[in-house]
């Protein structure tokens, strides 16, 4: 009796459900578990990691230098949020009010973009905006400056690039939570003598909190540990957290101070998620 | 002449959204025709425009470093697509099915590739591959892609899993199907959007991956986006913009062909139903 709710239960949740589990744990709470663990380990003379328990690789973090880096990463992640989603919901407001067929063309014509590799996208804008490049060709023969601005390898070529390669990860969730809406809700609000304007920050804004919160989460974690774009925009003259957490893990050989980096990354990123789950139930988290 | 005023008001609403989706779409594709008009550049490196020419398109399939670049990339994203969605599939029906012990921790722990960083996975995979003595190349990548894609397929196909309980299967093991066969016929059709959107996810996600790539590609080899990323201190040649124009009009014509035949379909499908 015993062996046979065995077969019938046990056996197929453990073929099932298994696989997935073993995976998530060998690869997923394994390794955050150990780059927690390796955060508080020393450093050794060859850039080995010592097994003695140190705070130091926190204490360089507060250190100005790493401490200016957090600052202006997480400024920039967060200006590129807050631009994406000013420029995003209009934009996902306008397709979402087209009939359906039209919008899922729109949306179709988003998406074709971000199938062409993100680093060639990135390149292009350098290619664009370099010293002999045509915006810079343009602005002179047409007379606004007189020598070639310098705009390669800097953070507002840096922040175009962040704009650009998020906007659709910020406009696809609040264009699903529009579309959504149902219009009675607008037509109730009409019939009760609401102005549009009255109903938008009323109505739709609120309703479309859920679609708002996922696109800041999509951004912002995503800008946060990017370091992609800097690389490609900035020239290694423009450095965010990404950057330094890879040259620890590569050429400087610090572990235990990317590892400190990382541990600051996942508690800027928890804190928000527990920001998030307060406003929106974390099922309603439209990823894709 | 209320009405009128009214109407006025939504035509000028109308159009002031159109130029503005305008100026958005633009500045999305500005990029993608900047690369492609590239592609035709005479000259070795990308610094201005020298004249038009077609010789990269010919000259890409000399540059061997690219090519197989790009077909590791794709070997990669395949293998990682097949094996996420596998994983992903019944992984998704097992935890929508079946209550067990952990079963919260094993959903808690499928958001974290989703909402952490990627740098920090991709870092914390590094360090436990070489811990336990793991040789970066071929095998690490797969393992950190597929740490990203799986989440996203669980997600994409949990969703698609219908919430009227599960009458269709019990009905197939009840006229003497057996698991598998209940599987197959009728469990995975009825999930294959889900299925197939988790797969188009996957390659994508994986195809385009830079960081998790990088991170674990080791000395050797490496995927064209990391190649890319190394050649960006030297200037990325005309070809490598070849190549990518040549992928983006392979999946687009892929797209519009999948459209039509989509369509053609629908239309087939209402034909014989109005017989």
Known sequence: MKKDTFK?????????????????????????LYIIYISFMSRGVFGDVVYEFSLESYETLLDSTYFKVIVKSLRAAFLTTVLCIFIGYPFAYYIAKKPKE???????????????????????????????????????SAGFIDAPMSFVYTDGLVMLGMITNMLPFAVLPMYSSIEKLSKSFLEASADLGATRRTTFFNIT??????????????VFIPSLGIYTVTDMLGGGKVLYIGNIIKNQFGAIRNWPLGAALSVLLIVITGLLIFIYTRFAKIEDMEVV | MSISKKQKRRR????????????????????????????????RYNYYWNGFTTQWYSKLFSNSA???SLWYSVVIAV???????????????????????????????????????????AVALLIIFIKIGLALGMGSILIGHCTFCIPYAVVTIKGRISGDGYSHEEASMDLGANR?????????????PGVMSAAFLSFTLSIDDVVMSNMLAGAKNSTLPVLILSMNKSGV????????????LVIVIAMILNNIIKNALKKRKKMEETI
């Open chain 1, 8 to 32: 019938r239960n046990t056996l197929p949740a453990l073929a099932m459900a298994g696989p997935v589990s073993l995976w998530m744990i060998l690869f997923v709470t394994l390794p955050m």
């Open chain 1, 102 to 140: 039209v919008a899922s063309k729109l949306i179709m014509l988003i998406m074709i973009p971000f199938w062409t590799n993100s680093l060639m996208r990135l390149n292009s804008w350098l290619l664009l905006f370099q010293t002999s490049g045509p915006v810079n060709n343009f602005l002179q």
């Open chain 1, 205 to 218: 804004l609120p309703l479309t909190f859920p679609g708002i919160f996922s696109s800041i989460i999509l």
């Open chain 2, 12 to 43: 000028w609403e109308e159009f002031i959204g159109t130029v503005y989706s305008i100026i958005i779409y633009a500045v999305l594709y500005i990029p993608v025709f900047v690369m492609m008009m590239f592609s035709f550049n005479n000259q």
């Open chain 2, 66 to 68: 690219l090519i197989e």
């Open chain 2, 79 to 121: 293998l990682a697509t097949l094996i996420s969605v596998t994983i992903g599939t019944i992984g998704a029906l097992g935890l929508k099915k079946y209550e067990f012990r952990g079963k919260k921790f094993i959903n808690e722990m499928l958001y974290i590739p989703i909402i952490v960083p990627e740098i920090v996975m």
């Open chain 2, 180 to 192: 598998i066969q209940t599987f197959i016929n009728v469990t995975l059709p009825s999930i294959m």
């Open chain 2, 237 to 248: 040649t005309p070809d490598v913009n070849a190549l990518t124009t040549i992928m983006i």
